[in-house]
């Protein structure tokens, strides 16, 4: 077994502790503080499920553009989607939980208020239940061929896997903001459904690609000193993930704030109350930390060409970025339901360390289990040929 083997292999094992002790954790306590239990799991279900959805995406991009770093990170990507069935499991708990967290679930609230009783036909649990079902099944059906064409052309000189993972990816790239649009409606803008933003979905979509890079980044700096990266990561690489680290901190930054500037401008209490509840007490503190950590710090730095041909620098500014957006989810979904001011429950920890525990435990199974890089694609060749200057 060489180092990277081991390497994988001490990640599957340090995520499954880590996953079991929180999922244990969360048992134990859900019957306790029930409402606080599903909130909590919302939180960690939304982050981790968005960094399979935005490797999914990610994957995609890549098939439909090529590009140098593509092919060194394309197995972390596919490892990563390849957990959509972990996640469409653990969406189920959730199911449970409908009542303690959306108003529309909760039959007294539809009959009290005039816009859920009217908003009924969408907003009930049974086609809540329907589309999530949809949803889940297109995703799911996206990660299994492209994994299975992705793998089949390891095994072929014939061009045709990559063929259609370029016209499947089309096919997908189109399909994934459309669904994730209203799954994440369903999900997380509902719980305050009196509230509405067509920017929302696509805020959530854009820091799940945004993640999904910097995890991605990180991995490969992690494992580019070992067999089989030794021999073609290069400087070049890193520099490709900073630049579209910095095209995606700059595309979220943008729409975050214009629904911000639109919704604010125009003072409508329908529609400024979600941001009422996110400035309120220690919220805003936290709105302060995302405009520092999710744009200042990571845009002025990555403006620099040092830093994105620098590894140790480009990670450190990768971590911050998968750091921050575990907090801008938190800041996301816990407000809805604690307006007055910020609040914080170690059962959030637990959640989101449980679920991410067995989502890296997972990762790390597919990743080890076929070839580290993808081999006979026809766009390949220039990978492996990079110049030494770049190296």
């Known amino acids: 077994m ?9 990640l599957q094992k340090t995520a499954l502790v880590a996953g079991c002790a929180g999922g244990i954790a969360c048992l134990v306590f859900a019957f306790g503080e029930t409402r606080q239990f599903f909130i909590s799991y919302l939180v960690g279900f939304t982050f981790w499920m968005g960094l399979s959805l935005g490797c999914l995406c990610v994957a995609m991009m890549h098939h439909l553009t090529g590009g140098n770093w593509g092919f060194a990170t394309r197995r972390f990507l596919e490892a990563g989607f390849m957990t959509l069935p972990l996640m469409a499991g653990l969406f189920l708990p959730l199911l449970l ?3 303690e967290l ?3 679930a ?3 609230a539809v009959a009290a208020s005039e816009p859920l009783h009217h908003r009924a ?3 009930n649990p049974t086609a809540f239940v329907l589309r999530a079902l949809l949803f889940l099944a297109a995703w799911l059906a996206l990660a299994f061929f ?3 064409w992705s793998l089949r052309q390891d095994a072929t000189t014939d061009p045709t896997p990559t063929i259609r993972l370029r016209t499947l990816s089309g096919v997908g790239i189109v399909a994934y903001p459309i669904t994730g649009t209203f799954a994440f409606i369903d999900w997380v803008m509902s719980i305050e459904p009196r509230w509405f933003s067509t920017m929302f979905a696509v805020i959530v979509l854009i820091g799940q690609i945004l993640v999904a890079f910097a995890f991605v980044t990180m991995l490969l700096a992690w494992f580019r000193d070992q067999p089989p ?8 690489h890193f520099h490709d993930l900073g630049n579209l680290l910095l095209a995606f901190v700059v595309f979220w930054t943008y729409v975050s704030f214009s629904q911000f500037l639109i919704i604010w401008s125009g003072n409508l209490p329908r529609e400024i109350d979600w941001y009422l509840h996110r400035t309120a007490g220690g919220w805003k503190w936290i709105v302060g930390l995302l405009a520092l950590f999710h744009f200042f710090v990571p845009f002025s730095l990555l403006l620099f060409r040092v830093m994105k041909r620098s590894v140790g620098r480009l990670v450190t500014i990768a971590a911050l970025i998968f750091i921050v957006h575990i907090v801008e989810v938190f800041w996301i979904v816990e407000p809805s339901f604690f307006p007055a001011g910020m609040h914080i ?5 637990a959640a989101l360390v449980g679920m991410g525990g067995l989502w890296l435990a997972l990762f790390a199974w597919n990743l080890k289990r076929n070839p580290l890089l993808p081999q006979n694609d026809p766009r390949i060749e220039y990978t492996l040929t990079a110049p030494a200057h770049a190296r």
């Not at 060489?2 to 001490?10: C, F, H, K, T, V």
């Not at 990266?229 to 070049?236: P, Y």
């Open 345 to 349: 429950h170690w059962l959030d920890l």
């Open 102 to 104: 959306y108003p529309w």
């Open 146 to 148: 492209l994994r299975k």
């Open 121 to 123: 036909d969408y907003l």
């Open 2 to 10: 060489n180092e990277l083997s081991r390497r994988i292999g001490r």
């Open 106 to 108: 909760r039959p007294d």
């Open 229 to 236: 990266f030794q021999a073609i990561v290069a400087r070049v």
């Open 97 to 99: 939980g409908l009542p």
